[in-house]
């Protein structure tokens, strides 16, 4: 049993830590990567389809790839919590299972868009989806900052990577939320700077740099 207050111990090498860490990494350059395709390719339907810029086709592949992509997110999200580098307070016990439970949330709903590929946008059933969308959004934000602060002051890392975790949660309410409403390739590229953070929040867990030894137990992380 460990108090209210105390700290797991950051595990040093769990089995899952390096895929897990990967899994952010290449998640994070894939969705910039998606994102900067989206907003350069050249568009096969009309602005008022909800696909658009892709023909429903290459939508629905591009929605599945979300998908996965969103689910190595929360993987990645579940490693950094269940590694300890959150700590164990408040911040750590509410952002953790949140952000991944959001960020998986938000990988259901892009297969739930695949039903409106052909949709007239704007319309009543778009209007619904993009709803979800934004609110999904507004909870990663809020979860990525409760688990951030969580990192921020456990000071298990040090330098950049004590802070990328609460730059991802700020970052979705300043700039991506007010970028989103702008021009369709500004939305795009406001994304892929988003999933960059996640990339860098990969390579953080894959080269921890901790300066210091991981406690052995939850007691002593907490002293």
């Not at 568009?43 to 998908?67: C, I, K, N, R």
């Not at 700039?175 to 021009?183: A, D, H, K, L, Q």
Request: aromatic share 12%.
């Amino acid at each position: 049993m460990t108090s209210a207050g105390a700290m797991p111990a950051v595990q040093a090498a769990p089995r899952y830590g390096d895929s897990a860490a990967w899994a952010l990494l290449v998640a994070g350059v894939s969705g910039a990567l998606a994102a900067a395709y989206l907003a350069f390719v050249p568009a096969t339907v009309s602005d008022d389809q909800f696909s658009h810029p892709l023909d429903s086709g290459a939508f629905a592949l591009l929605q599945v790839f979300f998908f996965a992509h969103h689910l190595a997110l929360a993987w990645g999200l579940y490693a950094v919590w269940q590694r300890g580098f959150a700590g164990g307070r408040r911040a750590a016990r509410i952002g953790g299972p949140l952000s991944v439970a959001a960020m998986t949330l938000l990988g259901v709903h892009e297969l739930v868009a695949i039903s409106a590929a052909d949709a007239a946008y704007p319309s009543p059933r778009t209007d619904v989806i993009e709803t979800v969308y934004g609110a999904l959004s507004m909870l990663n934000g809020a979860a990525l900052v409760a688990l951030g602060v969580g990192v921020a002051t456990a000071r298990l890392w040090s330098g950049w990577r004590r802070w990328v975790t609460l730059a991802a949660g700020v970052y979705v309410f300043v700039p991506m939320t007010p970028m989103i409403f702008g021009p369709f390739v500004m939305a795009r590229l406001a994304i892929g700077g988003w999933m960059l953070l996640f990339a860098a929040l990969g390579w953080a867990l894959l080269r921890p740099d901790t300066g210091q030894r991981p406690p052995r137990d939850r007691t002593a992380a907490s002293r």
